[in-house]
């Protein structure tokens, strides 16, 4: 019969953990369950619910720092630094809608265990690079602490850059330190329309390679949401700043067509959507998630032209591809191949039925020496394989 286990502090999840470990009993880790379709089905008969491990435990405004229990919900934080001028600046995606559960309900356990970032990644980094400190639970049912309340922390191994992206496979996170920054002024978006993928993508790399400090970089190919082709970048700052900016790009960029300035709120709506992958989350049909160089993006995609049916747009200057499989099957050898041609990346399986993620590889097959060390790492975080087991390998 199937248990759930609701900790309320670490020392419960520690005893949880042990209890585990000692019993042979795997575990299947969740917050608000937001992306718990997300990856292979856990191989696990019991459920540690942390919805109850919530709070802020120190917000320190002037020092940038925030400590935040995992299961507190990461919309919560969003609005706890906005009110106070301030953002979580890898702007994590909410995988909800894409999935098909209720918006607003990711946790910030969960946004760490899967490593999220938004379309503010290619500037400001993913969720890893925002962590200062963690206190966490190990397969082994021990607590152990890495990194620190403070910016400039040098204190041991920076485990929680392994942690984040593991999909807790290898410790259970509690307690959670993170690193915030103060809220850009105002914001702007650049957009060109009607071009092809192979120029928008050229503009887009073109932008970023400027001094215009561009936060977001995206392409809208034609068909995605019934108007013609977007091609779209993020000026954030000073409002003085941004209207300079923006004179940068259009003298960099006349070549390619007359741009549009989308005003603040039209702005961050716009780049709302393109985060939650919003023109394929009233869809049913699989979705992947390709990361491959910027420059790559349109010739991946063409490569799969014709092969089977598709629609796809581009982030990250072209450098992240979401793909939706329209035929509603999920190509993985056509997929992984494609990327193999270009030069290589990662394609994650993104959504799916269960009973397809469960036989075929969700996310990028390692290659032999790195699936060693991944093997290796997981034996010693979590030696009884009790944590999320199958969650990113099968059998791990």
């Avoid at 937001?34 to 919530?54: F, I, M, N, Y």
């Avoid at 206190?135 to 204190?155: L, P």
């Amino acid at each position: 019969m199937e248990t759930t286990l609701k900790p309320r502090d670490t020392r419960e999840v520690e005893a949880a953990v042990k209890w585990a470990a000692a019993e042979d009993q795997p575990l299947e880790i969740c917050g608000h369950g937001s992306k718990q379709e997300l990856g292979r089905p856990v191989q696990a008969a019991h459920v540690l619910d942390l919805s109850s491990l919530t709070g802020v435990e120190t917000y320190e405004p002037a020092e940038l720092v925030l400590t935040v229990k995992a299961g507190t919900p990461i919309a919560e934080v969003e609005k706890l630094v906005d009110d106070n001028g301030q953002e979580l600046s890898f702007e994590p995606m909410d995988y909800g809608p894409l999935l098909g559960n209720e918006p607003g309900k990711g946790t910030v356990g969960g946004v760490l265990a899967s490593n999220l970032s938004g379309p503010r990644r290619i500037k400001a980094g993913a969720a890893r690079d925002h962590v200062l400190g963690m206190e966490a639970v190990s397969g082994r049912g021990e607590i152990f602490n890495s990194g620190g309340k403070v910016v400039k922390n040098v204190t041991g191994y920076d485990l929680p850059r392994a942690l984040c992206g593991s999909f807790g496979t290898l410790a259970v996170a509690a307690t959670v330190t993170l690193k915030v920054n103060p809220k850009p002024e105002t914001s702007a978006t650049f957009q060109l329309s009607g071009l092809s993928e192979e120029d928008g993508v050229k503009a887009l790399c073109a932008a970023m390679g400027s001094s215009a400090e561009v936060s977001a970089a995206a392409h809208i190919p034609s068909g995605i949401d019934g108007e013609e082709s977007k091609t779209i970048l993020r000026l954030e700052g000073f409002e003085t700043s941004v209207d300079y900016r923006f004179r940068t790009l259009q003298n960099l960029l006349k070549e390619f067509a007359s741009p549009a300035r989308l005003a603040e709120a039209e702005s961050r709506a716009l780049w709302r959507s393109v985060r939650d992958v919003s023109p394929f989350a009233k869809e049913a049909t699989p979705v992947w998630r390709v990361s491959l160089t910027p420059t790559a993006g349109p010739q991946f995609v063409k490569q799969l032209t014709g092969r089977f049916g598709f629609k796809a747009f581009f982030d990250w200057s072209g450098g992240l591809v979401w793909l939706s499989c329209t035929d509603g099957q999920v190509h993985v050898a056509e997929i992984r191949t494609a990327l193999k041609e270009v030069g290589g990346g990662h394609a994650t399986l993104v959504r799916a039925d269960a009973s397809v993620r469960s036989n075929v590889d969700v996310f990028q097959p390692q290659p032999g020496p790195l699936a060693t060390l991944s093997r290796r790492l997981k034996e010693q975080f979590d030696p009884h394989g009790v944590l999320n087991p199958g969650r990113m390998v099968s059998g791990v």
